[in-house]
């Protein structure tokens, strides 16, 4: 789901259906096999066996199916393996039992909770998943890995891994952190989903819209990050970005009668028509008024308006407005204006009153008053963005009475509104939430 | 089936005495109600009573002190021990116990115990 101006080559339209295919083919596996740290494994040999085998013999007819059959042997393999190792181990407690001996094995061995949960016999699959039990199956996948008793940057790492198939270094390299640090966080959570018993299934009537909320919660999250690094030298992470777009692609797919997930594909195709301009030459971000709008991604903003019509449509009336279609709406206005004179600035400031039913949080009530600003001057600004509370550590808060002031003539005061957001240090609150090592 | 221990944190009180006896019948209430998925499980005496004990090494000298091993606002009163299918059916039963409420109850899992 790339919107780059260039189109992919040969090769990442391989790695592409090669991820793709093997998503699909480990949310089946982990099922048949119960076990998903196994099936990972598995999946993960075959996929580095088709990108080494693909380049040369050709992409299979069906290339989930060829997945299916090598994972599925590999999977096969490692049950035996790990059967082997248990009774070896057995044998060597037993005799330690005898001779009194304590050389016990090492730690982390102890510590394994995966050892003795294995099944002694393998199911025969078949090599093709009817569509409706591959649904039901990227729907367990999902809802397992943003099952809300795994900590959030546990759920992200383990959706970039197993629902979006990146590398250990390809997950670093998306949240800033180290291999090593995402490599220790998903041993800690598959270690937890096997030890706590995380169900894998899809949650029952009664449990699925809280369920669901975490799952949108957590793409959201994602959507969010890949959009704006709230600091650091790459404000904007088109690879993250492109992964969340898949994951808000994929939920729309699995349940394109909910407004959440129609409303998060929006937002985030929305917010990604302006990747081109959103930095300037010197990777400083650009104000909307300064973007050059001919540069924006036109089937991008298409695709997403389209999308927040729809999921107006399947908005309950009468009831609160869902929280991202309020915000992909907002993004709609932005994206539509022919330029920033232009822009409806009363629908905006109408979506953030409906914004703030369900997230009356200070973030939103200031971008409201900027937003009002635009639609009754710089004086009625002001005194919103004087009357939202709680933001006296919150930069943007003072750079925004800044700018008002300086539109009033106001110089002195708004220099020294100035002074005080440079005093404070940017917002961090997604990159703490996401560092792996928090 | 997996084995859960729900570790109830609540206000560090005596809950054997008879002022308590209401949030004791509630505890009582519950333990009815659960009682398919109950393998044991006990109350404690508030932490006042608590020894911590220590050795230095096996059979070595053994040093206590009063109280508990860490000072919380709220102590740990007491568990449960639940089997359940899964993780989702074990959270399920701990939010009936009436520490959800008046306190926190923290559900692990149980290490089986080998052969």
Request: aromatic share 4%; with cysteine.
């Given at each position: 789901m790339s919107h780059d101006a260039a189109a992919p080559g040969p090769e990442?339209?391989?790695?592409?259906?090669?991820?793709?295919?093997?998503?699909?083919?480990?949310?089946?596996?982990?099922?048949?096999?119960?076990?998903?740290?196994?099936?990972?494994?598995?999946?993960?040999?075959?996929?580095?066996?088709?990108?080494?085998?693909?380049?040369?013999?050709?992409?299979?007819?069906?290339?989930?199916?060829?997945?299916?059959?090598?994972?599925?042997?590999?999977?096969?393999?490692?049950?035996?393996?790990?059967?082997?190792?248990?009774?070896?181990?057995?044998?060597?407690?037993?005799?330690?039992?005898?001779?009194?001996?304590?050389?016990?094995?090492?730690?982390?061995?102890?510590?394994?909770?995966?050892?003795?949960?294995?099944?002694?016999?393998?199911?025969?699959?078949?090599?093709?998943?009817?569509?409706?039990?591959?649904?039901?199956?990227?729907?367990?996948?999902?809802f397992t890995c943003c099952h809300p008793s795994l900590a959030p940057a546990s759920q992200v790492a383990l959706a970039l891994r197993t629902l979006c198939g990146l590398s250990e270094e390809e997950i670093a390299r998306a949240l800033l952190s180290t291999p090593d640090?995402?490599?220790?966080?998903?041993?800690?959570?598959?270690?937890?989903?096997?030890?706590?018993?995380?169900?894998?299934?899809?949650?029952?009537?009664?449990?699925?819209?809280?369920?669901?909320?975490?799952?949108?919660?957590?793409?959201?999250?994602?959507?969010?990050?890949?959009?704006?690094?709230?600091?650091?030298?790459?404000?904007?992470?088109?690879?993250?970005?492109?992964?969340?777009?898949?994951?808000?692609?994929?939920?729309?797919?699995?349940?394109?009668?909910?407004?959440?997930?129609?409303?998060?594909?929006?937002?985030?195709?929305?917010?990604?028509?302006?990747?081109?301009?959103?930095?300037?030459?010197?990777?400083?971000?650009?104000?909307?008024?300064?973007?050059?709008?001919?540069?924006?991604?036109?089937?991008?903003?298409?695709?997403?308006?389209?999308?927040?019509?729809?999921?107006?449509?399947?908005?309950?009336?009468?009831?609160?407005?869902?929280?991202?279609?309020?915000?992909?709406?907002?993004?709609?206005?932005?994206?539509?204006?022919?330029?920033?004179?232009a822009t409806d600035w009363d629908a905006i400031v109408s979506w953030y009153d409906a914004l703030l039913v369900t997230d009356p949080s200070p973030v939103v009530a200031l971008n409201r008053a900027v937003a009002l600003a635009e639609r009754d001057g710089a004086e009625a600004g002001l005194t919103a963005v004087l009357a939202v509370p709680g933001l006296e550590r919150y930069p943007l808060w003072h750079a925004t009475q800044a700018v008002l002031l300086r539109r009033l003539g106001r110089e002195e005061e708004a220099a020294r509104a100035d002074a005080r957001a440079a005093a404070l240090p940017l917002p961090e609150p997604t990159r703490r939430l996401l560092d792996p090592a928090g | 089936m997996t084995m859960y221990a729900a570790i109830i944190y609540s206000a560090d009180v005596d809950y054997s005495a008879p002022e308590h006896a209401e949030e004791m019948a509630e505890y009582g209430a519950f333990s009815m109600a659960a009682a398919h998925a109950i393998r044991g499980g006990a109350a404690l005496f508030p932490t006042a009573t608590a020894t911590t004990v220590r050795a230095s090494g096996k059979g070595g000298e053994i040093v206590t002190s009063d109280g508990p091993y860490a000072e919380t606002k709220e102590a740990l009163t007491g568990f449960f021990l639940l089997e359940a299918d899964d993780l989702d059916a074990a959270i399920a039963l701990a939010a009936q116990i009436p520490a959800a409420w008046n306190g926190a109850v923290e559900v692990r899992p149980v290490v089986p115990m080998m052969g």
């Open positions: 990442e339209t391989l790695v592409a259906l090669v991820r793709d295919a093997g998503r699909d083919v480990l949310a089946s596996l982990a099922r048949e096999v119960g076990d998903l740290a196994l099936a990972e494994d598995a999946v993960q040999d075959a996929v580095l066996r088709a990108l080494d085998r693909w380049p040369v013999d050709g992409v299979p007819d069906r290339p989930a199916a060829w997945l299916r059959v090598v994972a599925r042997n590999r999977a096969r393999d490692l049950v035996r393996a790990e059967s082997r190792r248990e009774a070896r181990e057995e044998r060597a407690h037993r005799e330690d039992l005898v001779t009194g001996r304590h050389s016990a094995a090492p730690a982390h061995d102890q510590e394994d909770p995966m050892s003795s949960s294995y099944p002694g016999h393998f199911p025969e699959g078949p090599d093709e998943i009817p569509p409706e039990v591959l649904h039901d199956d990227l729907l367990r996948l999902l640090a995402v490599a220790k966080r998903l041993v800690r959570t598959r270690q937890k989903i096997r030890a706590a018993g995380i169900p894998y299934k899809v949650p029952s009537e009664a449990e699925l819209p809280q369920r669901w909320a975490a799952v949108l919660t957590t793409v959201y999250l994602l959507l969010n990050e890949g959009y704006s690094a709230t600091a650091g030298p790459d404000l904007v992470r088109p690879a993250l970005l492109e992964q969340a777009l898949r994951l808000a692609g994929l939920l729309h797919a699995l349940r394109p009668d909910d407004v959440g997930a129609c409303a998060l594909l929006a937002l985030g195709l929305l917010q990604d028509s302006r990747r081109a301009e959103r930095l300037d030459d010197d990777g400083v971000p650009k104000l909307l008024a300064d973007q050059d709008r001919s540069r924006w991604d036109r089937a991008a903003i298409r695709a997403g308006s389209e999308l927040v019509t729809a999921g107006l449509r399947l908005s309950t009336a009468g009831a609160p407005v869902d929280r991202y279609l309020a915000q992909a709406a907002i993004a709609a206005c932005h994206a539509l204006a022919p330029d920033y004179a | -």
